[in-house]
């Protein structure tokens, strides 16, 4: 029983390299949702249906046609990728970077989701009463949008958070599973239950994983009851 409780280096490694993935893609991914969320909840532009079906792809593609995708992108030899490595000599694929790009793509949508339901939600009469008294769009925005909305947006903040702490197809496809560089505890669950008497090392890092996502899940959702409650207040 005590060894379920004694983290190797390399399992340090795993977790810290998730949480850091985790992390910096919230915080990357945030304001672009918000962005994002406010103009589909707000604009009504020819062709809004086909934005958002392009945008929630990576919640039905395949995990590993969307690491494919950004490896065609991203790679060495991709239009952005070789740009990176030619010119500044930055390799992005099978790296950090990658990771975290992958951790982007796959839950963005979700936070995108989450703000546009949430900025919908704000009672647009509000918005119009400050434009009369001669507030501009972006102190609106600040002033009355944003706060009234955020809620969903903390929400969407946590579910990238805890998408991108589960995140396994694309990273492995596009970041590689390289220890203490791009293997993050999804990965390191991989690699230890392919080992014949690893069953200790892997439920540590279930037992860790499981704990992480719960308490995101627990959080996120109790976000959510304040934005049902205050929609029925």
């Known amino acids: 029983m005590s060894e379920l409780f004694k983290y190797t280096a390399s399992e340090w490694s795993a977790i810290q390299l998730s949480l850091s993935v985790a992390l910096i893609c919230s915080v990357i991914t945030l304001p672009l949702a918000i962005g994002i969320g406010w103009f589909l909840a707000r ?3 020819y062709g809004k249906s086909i934005i958002e079906g392009v945008l929630h792809l990576p919640l039905v593609l395949p995990p590993i046609t969307t690491g494919y995708l950004l490896l065609f992108v991203f790679g060495n030899r991709g239009f952005i ?29 979700l936070v ?16 119009e009463a ?18 009234l909305a955020l809620p969903g947006v903390i929400s969407g903040f946590i579910l990238s958070f805890a ?6 197809g ?12 791009t293997q993050t505890l999804p990965l390191a669950i991989f690699s230890e239950m ?40």
């Open 194 to 233: 392919q080992v014949p008497g690893q069953e200790a090392a892997t439920m540590r890092l279930v037992f860790v994983s499981v704990v992480l996502s719960l308490f995101a899940m627990i959080a996120a959702e109790f976000l959510n009851k304040r934005i049902i409650k205050r929609k029925t207040a």
């Open 130 to 147: 400050a434009r009369t008294l001669g507030a501009s769009n972006m102190r609106v925005f600040f002033t009355i949008t944003l706060p």
């Open 81 to 109: 990728g070789s740009f990176f490595y030619e010119k500044l000599g930055i390799q992005i694929a099978f790296s950090f970077y990658a990771a975290v790009i992958a951790a982007i793509f796959v839950s963005f949508p």
């Open 112 to 127: 995108t989701r989450s703000v546009r339901l949430s900025i919908e939600l704000v009672d647009q009469k509000l918005e």
């Open 163 to 168: 998408r991108s702490l589960g995140e396994f």
């Open 43 to 45: 604009k009504k532009v």
């Open 170 to 181: 694309a990273t492995i496809s596009f970041a590689g599973n390289i220890e203490g560089k």
